[in-house]
């Protein structure tokens, strides 16, 4: 691990780069360069506490609820010279709360006139004085607004996952591949990729320490996340923007939203999506919207190797949040530790130190920092980086996985590939969306995912 007192200057930075590989500058995006990846050994990544610095880049954020605040200090804490200048969201009121954090907290005051308020304010924010846009709105908006910066020719930060449906997902991958085309800079909310120790843990595998991969296992249970109660007076597209969590046409569903960075992390570890999935799931407590609050998915790989990923959102009951891949020499939990068969620990992550010692049991950065770290250096060193068909692989296993559990059926990627499956209105007004069905999808009797499905479920 390189942990530096000061940010490197983008001469030193390119050093590096020419010494160990273009990953190891840039850590989380390429692990390796493709010089590298016909040696028998992989060298261990390189990381950075801050990106180099560098001319002021200006960034626009497009979305500006809880999460979009907070990747906007993720950005300006990343390295010097970064500003936020323009604002977008669909209600003023999170556009003032992020604007208050930003001055408070940051010292940074976002003109008015760089604030847009509505349904077209990713366009104006777009089309305002910016470098760098972060897409930090609901997931369904994703594609779009993809879409529309790549066009833009401006470098992205997009949280995940990239959309709730097939279209949506086919769209982002396509602007991906314009994106990387075009020379631009694509990073992905998806953390644990950007996340020291378990990067430092996927090298110990790659390099053989619990020998071919045989299956994976992946949770992530935990209580109930938010939810919005409807007000007087809110129509029924302000009611569920205020609740996008729990609509699938919003947030894809927990199976998307959640199970994204289970699907992602065992995907890097094996190096290929799963392409087949049966899954169940259903609802005990969530109080608004459409969505399951559990579902249990097994999915297979093209050679037949098995990954179950469970995901629960309930109060009140035991929770569980990790990883276990097990190989033909041994097992890891993907994050900091390694075990041979026999259940003896052989290789344990070191965490930095505190004031007296102790290890910290955290990496010294941030995944959320870290993986803007990586996105502004790589910017900074000219380095290709383009996250978007891995994070849209991860995003459409999720959709995946979720039509098995609400259809009853056995779900495939080429299934996935080739279905017109939409979900949302088609046109975005305040007001009432007939589109949208409230009912639970029941499986066995939901619509076959072929069929253009709008939102009703």
Same mark, same amino acid.
């Given at each position: 691990?390189?942990?530096? +007192?000061?940010p490197?200057? #983008?001469?030193e930075?390119?050093? @590096?780069?020419?010494?160990l590989?273009?990953a190891g500058?840039?850590g989380?995006?390429?692990?390796l360069?493709?010089?590298? #990846?016909?040696?028998?050994?992989? +060298?261990?990544p390189?990381?950075?506490?801050s990106?180099p @610095?560098? +001319?002021v880049?200006?960034?626009?954020?497009?979305?500006?609820?809880? #999460?979009?605040t907070g990747a906007?200090?993720n950005?300006l804490?990343?390295?010097?010279?970064?500003?936020?200048?323009?604002?977008?969201?669909?209600?003023q009121?999170?556009? $003032?709360?992020?604007r208050?954090?930003?001055? $408070? #907290?940051?010292?940074?005051?976002v003109?008015?006139?760089?604030?847009?308020?509505g349904?077209?304010?990713y366009?104006?924010?777009?089309d305002? !004085?910016?470098?760098?846009?972060?897409?930090?709105?609901?997931?369904?908006?994703?594609?779009?607004?993809?879409?529309?910066?790549?066009?833009?020719?401006?470098?992205i930060?997009?949280?995940k996952?990239?959309?709730? &449906?097939?279209?949506?997902?086919?769209t982002?991958?396509?602007?991906?591949?314009?994106?990387?085309?075009?020379?631009?800079?694509?990073?992905?909310?998806?953390?644990f990729?950007?996340?020291? !120790?378990?990067?430092?843990?996927?090298?110990m595998?790659?390099?053989?320490?619990?020998g071919?991969?045989?299956s994976?296992?992946?949770?992530?249970v935990?209580?109930?996340?938010w939810?919005?109660?409807?007000?007087?007076?809110?129509s029924?597209?302000?009611?569920?923007?205020?609740?996008?969590? %729990?609509w699938?046409?919003?947030s894809?569903? &927990?199976?998307? $939203?959640?199970?994204?960075?289970?699907?992602d992390?065992?995907?890097?570890?094996?190096?290929?999506h799963?392409v087949?999935?049966l899954g169940f799931?259903g609802?005990h407590r969530?109080?608004?919207?459409?969505?399951?609050?559990?579902?249990s998915?097994?999915?297979e790989?093209? $050679?037949?190797?098995?990954?179950?990923?469970?995901?629960?959102?309930i109060d009140?009951? @035991?929770?569980?949040?990790g990883f276990?891949?097990?190989?033909?020499?041994?097992?890891?939990?993907?994050?900091n530790?390694?075990?041979?068969? !026999?259940?003896?620990?052989?290789?344990?992550?070191e965490?930095?130190l505190?004031?007296?010692g102790r290890?910290t049991?955290r990496?010294?950065i941030s995944?959320?920092?870290?993986?803007h770290? %990586?996105?502004?250096?790589?910017?900074?060193?000219?380095?290709?980086?383009?996250q978007t068909? @891995?994070?849209?692989?991860?995003?459409?296993c999720?959709?995946m996985?979720?039509?098995?559990?609400?259809?009853?059926?056995?779900v495939?990627?080429?299934?996935?590939?080739?279905?017109n499956?939409r979900?949302?209105p088609?046109e975005?007004?305040?007001?009432?969306?007939?589109?949208?069905?409230?009912?639970?999808?029941?499986?066995?009797?939901a619509? &076959?995912?072929?069929?253009?499905r709008?939102?009703?479920?």
């Open positions: 691990m390189n942990n530096n +007192p000061k490197k200057t #983008r001469r930075f390119l050093g @590096d780069a020419a010494a590989g273009l500058a840039v989380a995006g390429y692990l360069s493709s010089c590298n #990846r016909g040696r028998s050994r992989y +060298p261990a390189v990381f950075y506490d990106a @610095d560098g +001319p880049l200006k960034a626009g954020l497009v979305g500006c609820g809880g #999460r979009g906007a200090f950005f804490r990343s390295g010097p010279n970064l500003q936020i200048t323009a604002l977008g969201d669909v209600f009121h999170r556009i $003032d709360r992020c208050t954090a930003l001055r $408070d #907290r940051a010292g940074v005051d003109p008015e006139e760089n604030c847009f308020v349904f077209d304010a366009k104006k924010v777009i305002s !004085d910016v470098d760098v846009i972060l897409h930090v709105t609901p997931q369904h908006f994703r594609p779009q607004h993809f879409e529309a910066t790549v066009q833009a020719r401006k470098h930060f997009i949280e996952p990239c959309a709730v &449906d097939p279209v949506g997902v086919r982002v991958m396509a602007a991906g591949r314009m994106a990387e085309s075009a020379g631009l800079v694509v990073v992905a909310g998806t953390n990729r950007h996340q020291r !120790d378990y990067l430092t843990t996927r090298n595998v790659r390099n053989g320490a619990i071919d991969l045989v994976a296992n992946a949770w992530d935990r209580g109930k996340i939810h919005v109660n409807r007000q007087p007076g809110w029924d597209m302000e009611a569920m923007l205020r609740d996008w969590m %729990n699938n046409w919003l894809g569903g &927990d199976n998307v $939203d959640i199970a994204v960075h289970q699907i992390m065992v995907s890097l570890f094996f190096g290929k799963p087949k999935a799931g609802r969530r109080p608004t919207g459409n969505i399951y609050d559990f579902y998915v097994e999915y790989f093209d $050679d037949g190797r098995i990954f179950n990923c469970k995901t629960r959102c009140g009951c @035991d929770n569980k949040h276990m891949i097990f190989g033909t020499k041994g097992y890891t939990n993907c994050q530790r390694i075990w041979d068969n !026999d259940g003896n620990l052989i290789w344990e992550y965490y930095p505190d004031e007296e290890p049991n990496v010294a995944s959320y920092d870290e993986e770290i %990586n996105f502004v250096t790589a910017i900074r060193t000219n380095t290709p980086l383009n068909h @891995d994070l849209a692989a991860a995003t459409m999720g959709v996985g979720r039509e098995s559990a609400i259809t009853g059926r056995v495939t990627w080429d299934e996935m590939m080739a279905s499956l979900l949302g088609a975005y007004a305040m007001g009432p969306v007939p589109e949208i069905n409230p009912a639970l999808p029941i499986p066995g009797t619509p &076959d995912i072929e069929r253009t709008g939102g009703n479920w």
